[in-house]
């Protein structure tokens, strides 16, 4: 709340109109020449995840700051207005961004937040208002477009010894629960003919996601991210397992390639082990795009800047998800080092910071004169 709070001080000592939705949004405003032309928007997210570091989202929302500071120091007053948004809980139930696109649901059960609290009393301490929650869509007219800075939170950038990425898409996402059963057995006295090992069965299917997206044309991911084992004795043959499957991809077609092969490969292990192996979907997230034309804005920016650059996707969450929804998106990313992020040790330099940020403001000067 604090750092809200110092947020909103800031803003309004820029002359910014400064308000709270009812998704519990901080929105600053700074209108433009013409107020009936859609807004520019920038913004990311203030709130952080536990033991998480100092630039996850808190990066975009501070370089929007100082773009509209910049404006404001130049006199350069832009044909569009520009809003500057700290969106409410990215990390845990993403209701800021998905209230202002229109997609958050209206059952508060829905919402699984990281303090377990209801998401009612979550939204009210930081000035929301759940009973109001649909009045936070904004129209289709509202915004012109929307612009993401954030820290990669990956490698790629400082692999590449790029200081800019240019975002493609932030990827869509298919999660799978998954249950082998097999027949717990005496480990000894169990000849290696006559078992029904789950463990085994579900060992081949953890190798089977990592060669099917190591293999797939474009780049990808899956990934088993949790195993349990049952009796998980020393002693015993593994009678079940349980796993998670998470495929990602920023095109669909990828998506359902991989799920489609995902289910045969499951299909033949089941049979060549003996093990019923049952398939739960548990969530999907279809993938956004970039806008084509923000995105080209940011690369041109960056390369006038004399910034190098390449484009890469999203393999992570963000508002821009859900803000692409609905208007045409772009996301600017900076090197995080040694691709550390959701950690103490989470890091990017002020010369790195200072790079996206100026990426920032030329994007948005150049869309100010592109857009209508």
């Known amino acids: 709340m604090q750092g809200r709070e110092l947020l909103a001080h800031w803003m309004k000592q820029l002359g910014m109109q400064v308000r709270v939705d009812a998704a519990g949004n901080l929105i600053g405003r700074l209108e433009g020449l013409d107020p009936h032309r859609p807004a520019l928007v920038t913004g990311s997210h203030l709130d952080t995840v536990p033991t998480g570091g100092r630039f996850d989202g808190a990066l975009g929302v501070l370089a ?206 089941g049979a060549e082990t003996g093990c019923p192996i049952a398939v739960d979907p548990q969530f999907s997230v279809d993938p956004t795009p970039a806008d084509a034309v923000v995105m080209a804005t940011i690369a041109e920016a960056a390369a006038d800047l004399g910034l190098s650059h390449s484009h890469l996707p999203s393999r992570a969450s963000h508002d821009a998800q859900e803000v692409g929804r609905r208007w045409p998106m772009g996301m600017i990313f900076v090197p995080s080092r040694g691709g550390l992020s959701h950690s103490a040790a989470e890091f990017t330099s002020d010369e790195q910071c200072w790079a996206g940020t100026s990426v920032l403001l030329e994007t948005l000067l150049r869309l100010d004169r592109q857009l209508p």
Not at 89 to 109: F, H, I, Q, R
Not at 145 to 167: M, N, P, S, T, Y
Not at 234 to 262: K, M, S, Y
């Open 64 to 269: 929007g700051l100082e773009a509209c500071r910049a404006l404001q120091d130049q006199g350069l007053r832009l044909r569009h207005g520009i809003e500057l948004i700290a969106f409410a809980d990215e990390e845990s139930t993403m209701v800021g961004c998905k209230g202002l696109a229109g997609t958050a649901s209206d059952d508060p059960g829905s919402y699984a937040t990281s303090n377990g609290q209801p998401i009612q009393d979550n939204l009210a301490r930081i000035g929301g208002h759940w009973p109001s929650l649909a009045s936070a869509r904004r129209s289709d007219e509202a915004y012109a477009a929307f612009l993401e800075l954030h820290v990669e939170q990956g490698g790629v950038l400082e692999q590449r010894g790029d200081a800019i990425g240019v975002v493609e898409g932030v990827v869509g996402q298919r999660r799978f629960s998954i249950n082998v059963k097999g027949q717990a057995n005496h480990a000894g006295t169990t000849p290696m003919g006559l078992r029904q090992d789950a463990l085994v069965a579900a060992s081949r299917i953890v190798l089977a996601v990592e060669a099917m997206a190591s293999r797939h044309p474009g780049d990808p991911v899956a990934t088993v991210g949790r195993l349990e084992v049952w009796p998980n004795a020393a002693n015993v043959v593994p009678g079940a397992v349980a796993l998670t499957v998470d495929l990602r991809d920023v095109d669909p077609a990828v998506l359902d390639q991989l799920v489609e092969e995902l289910m045969q490969q499951v299909e033949n292990i």
